[in-house]
């Protein structure tokens, strides 16, 4: 059996352990951003990595949502292509900092592999410790003897129906009951202040559903690098979600925009100490929730 190892990494841990583990560069934006993730990738990465197109490595039969987790076979097709075996140790990173590389990291542990990590700070981190960064494309994976077996983990994953029927039990017991929906999309779209960035889709949120902004519990690594952006504590990220009413010792569900943030507070609460079994995201999210007529949107404008 292999080995359990740390859910976050530092760019120094990473330089010394290169050789031993499989990368993977994560970056991804919103769309309005008008940046491309794939050029910057070869423009700049960590040497020897990979990059993981959230959009490429996904459910193509849900042409309304952007991202959806992939199915078991694309995604192992996928790994072999990048060379990565179910054993390996695989540490994912972005241009975030702590962002979208936490979206693969829960897509990596629901099809069943535990052995993965984050790079604290992601590639600014590493490109602040004064490493080398490599350009171009990579080469392609050298492909383990086996091909990579997913083993879908359900109890990670929610869907449409098990977050309205969750809902049902929040109304029903004045959200003392059921799983707990933390959102992590800006505060301005939780409430309907602000619109959504896709057109069309109204703001608002899930009844009984909880704020937790995803840019709350990631903070600046120091004054001397204020763009290197990296987890806060455990303890600081306990006391976000309990701030808010969060009880962290109920199971909870992470939702968002499309399901990138949302990782991030799924990420956030296994760093600060919450149990594996108590948490899940929602796939399709908030695009999915609203984009559905009869779904209940609350807003408090």
């Known amino acids: 059996m292999s080995s359990p190892v740390s859910r976050l990494v530092s760019a120094p841990w ?27 990738f070869v423009s700049s990465h960590i040497p020897g990595a990979r990059f993981f ?21 694309f995604f192992g097709a996928s790994m072999d292509k990048f060379g990565i075996s179910n054993d390996d ?7 975030a900092g702590v962002g979208p590389a936490c979206r693969v990291f829960w897509t990596l542990h629901a099809m069943g592999h535990d052995r993965v990590s984050v790079l604290d700070g992601g ?23 086996k091909k990579y077996a997913a083993q879908p983990v359900g109890r990670l994953v929610c869907d449409y ?10 109304k029903v017991s004045g959200g003392t009951q059921g799983r707990q929906i933390v959102d992590a999309r800006p505060n301005g779209r939780f409430t309907g202040k ?17 704020s937790v ?4 519990v990631t903070e600046a690594s120091d004054a001397a690098h204020p763009l290197v952006q990296k987890l806060k504590s455990p303890k600081d990220i306990r006391c976000v979600f309990e701030s808010r009413g969060v009880d962290l010792d109920r199971p909870t569900i992470a939702s968002c925009g499309s399901g990138v943030t949302a990782s991030i507070l799924y990420f956030a609460l296994l760093h600060a100490g919450v149990s594996p079994s ?8 908030w695009t999915e929730y609203a984009l559905n007529p009869y779904s209940e949107i609350v807003k408090d404008v």
């Open 53 to 73: 197109g959230i959009d490429e490595i996904k459910d193509f039969s849900k042409a309304d949502l952007p991202h959806m987790l992939p199915l078991p076979e």
């Open 123 to 145: 590639l600014p981190s590493w490109v602040a410790e004064k490493y080398a960064a490599e350009t171009g494309e990579p080469q392609a994976g050298v492909a383990g003897s």
């Open 213 to 216: 902004p995803f840019t709350e």
């Open 161 to 170: 129906a098990d977050v309205v029927g969750n809902i049902e039990q929040l």
């Open 89 to 95: 140790h695989v540490v994912v990173y972005d241009t």
């Open 278 to 285: 108590n948490l899940a995201v929602y796939d399709g999210s």
């Open 194 to 210: 602000d619109p959504e960035f896709r057109p069309g889709l109204s703001s608002g949120h899930m009844p009984h559903a909880i």
């Open 14 to 40: 990473l330089h010394d352990n290169l050789k031993s583990v499989k990368v993977l560069d994560c970056s991804w934006y919103l769309p309005f951003l008008n940046r491309n993730a794939k050029e910057e």
